[in-house]
């Protein structure tokens, strides 16, 4: 299994209040994501990183910021969480550069509960 | 842009049946595809992939999926399910030349004894 751990895996937190999610990964992947996964939404990219201060934002991006000061850490932060960002967030790592194919590694996911 | 289609969100079936879960996706440019699998509250592992070559690809747990490019789909099937295989499988694709999987909504395999 590709080492990406993420942390909390459960939270639950009232609205208003900022929420950083973490995700690891001992395997030295270039390319960072994270997702949301919701009921009849499949999984929804949110921001991605392709190197150390290197994001970019995905189609699910609003009220949602991103940050990589190391290769092995990439955070997820809710500034001001609201009730529609209840979801299970999950992170990826991938490899691949444009001219291979993007074969991603996830992480176990994190379960977010917004009061 | 590209887009995935998981026509069925549920399928039951009983326990050593055959199964076919079905992926339709829309791209005008060359691409990969991929099946994921999440078993209950863990997170996804890829099932198989398609990269080039032979268009029936084997995957992990006896499954194997057929591209075809004239019908722009890549249906999952497996001959005889096991009750541990229910999970949800996620059909994705990645256009050539991109960092970025687009992912289906999921189909949820409840398999019965």
């Known amino acids: 299994d590709a080492g990406i751990t993420q942390s909390p895996r459960h939270k639950v937190t009232e609205t208003g209040t900022p929420v950083t999610l973490r995700c690891h990964q001992t395997e030295n992947h270039r390319y960072m994501y994270w997702y949301r996964q919701d009921p009849g939404h499949g999984l929804r990219l949110i921001h991605y990183?392709?190197?150390?201060?290197?994001?970019d934002k995905g189609e699910v991006s609003d009220g949602y910021s991103v940050s990589r000061s190391k290769t092995e850490d990439f955070l997820l932060t809710l500034e001001s969480a609201t009730s529609s960002q209840t979801s299970v967030y999950f992170c990826?790592?991938?490899?691949?550069?444009?001219?291979?194919?993007?074969?991603?590694?996830f992480g176990p996911g994190t379960r977010l509960t917004v009061l | 842009a590209q887009s995935v289609t998981q026509l069925d969100s549920q399928v039951p079936v009983f326990e050593e049946a055959p199964v076919e879960l079905r992926c339709n996706y829309s791209?005008?440019?060359?691409?990969?595809l991929f099946w994921y699998v999440q078993y209950p509250n863990q997170g996804l592992q890829l099932l198989l992939k398609?990269?080039?070559?032979?268009?029936l690809v084997k995957g992990i747990n006896g499954f194997e999926a057929e591209f075809n490019k004239s019908q722009t789909s890549f249906h999952l099937r497996k001959p005889s399910v096991h009750i541990s295989d229910t999970a949800e499988y996620f059909c994705?694709?990645?256009?050539?030349?991109?960092?970025?999987?687009?992912f289906g909504t999921g189909t949820r395999l409840q398999v019965f004894p």
């Open positions: 990183s392709y190197g150390v201060k290197d994001t």
């Open positions: 994705a694709v990645s256009r050539h030349n991109t960092d970025k999987l687009i």
């Open positions: 398609y990269l080039s070559g032979s268009t």
């Open positions: 791209s005008s440019v060359s691409v990969y």
């Open positions: 990826a790592i991938s490899e691949s550069d444009p001219s291979s194919y993007n074969e991603q590694f």
